[in-house]
């Protein structure tokens, strides 16, 4: 597998505009999660999904953050309209629990820069 | 609210030196505790992880020590390199239903040669 797979690496945009994130995660991974990654605030989980369902988007910063996830294979970040302080690294990663309510590790994929001007 | 605290945020060290990173945790239900190691340009990806019913882990040049009493872990880099230089994230979870990790801030480590 290829791992988890965001796209576009790099976004400059200018404010006011909207910006779309998107993820691929690892094939027969059942949680997908949303992090933003800044200096001050470090790693902040912004939303996650199980099977494709939003479960927890009490981290999503404001309205103009949005998520979708319509299928096991694709994510959506969207930001509309987007303001410099958006402007972070954003992380999608995806996970499975083993079995008996274990933890495993969370797959990160390489992360989108953006920058807003 | 911050449940995972760790410090120090920056950590410079030579090349054979011991890096120690700790890690300090609020909620007595957290049961699995990891490392993740990023790169620039990077995600992070696990290192190593812990469970508390032991007090130490160990992976090559790297350890965890956990101590459940006082709600605190540490990462133990031996013989560090320059290769080792990253940023660092201590996280924590709670195993069974939503066990998603909660981070640390983040250390970024500095090996010199």
């Known amino acids: 597998d290829a791992g988890v797979i965001q796209s576009p690496r790099h976004e400059v945009t200018e404010m006011g505009q909207e910006v779309t994130l998107r993820c691929k995660p690892i094939s027969g991974h059942d949680y997908l999660f949303w992090y933003r990654q800044t200096m001050m605030r470090g790693l902040e989980l912004l939303i996650y999904f199980n099977n494709n369902v939003p479960i927890d988007d009490s981290g999503m910063p404001e309205d103009r953050f949005s998520a979708k996830m319509p299928n096991a294979s694709f994510s959506t970040l969207k930001i509309q309209p987007s303001e410099p302080r958006d402007s972070a690294v954003y992380f999608c990663a995806s996970s499975f629990p083993l079995g008996g309510g274990m933890n495993t590790e969370a797959f990160f994929g390489q992360g989108t820069r953006l920058t807003v001007v | 609210q911050q449940q995972v605290k760790q410090s120090p945020q920056s950590l410079i060290v030579q090349k054979g030196g011991i890096s120690i990173i700790n890690c300090a945790y609020e909620n007595t239900a957290f049961d699995y505790f990891p490392w993740y190691q990023q790169f620039p340009g990077k995600g992070p990806a696990l290192l190593i992880a812990i469970r508390p019913d032991v007090s130490e882990k160990k992976e090559g040049r790297f350890t965890i020590s956990f101590n459940k009493s006082a709600k605190q872990f540490s990462l133990h880099i031996m013989d560090s390199q320059p290769g080792d230089s990253a940023t660092y994230f201590c996280?924590?979870?709670?195993?069974?239903?939503?066990?998603?990790?909660?981070f640390g801030r983040g250390t970024s480590l500095i090996v010199h040669p």
């Open positions: 996280a924590a979870s709670v195993s069974g239903g939503s066990y998603i990790p909660t």
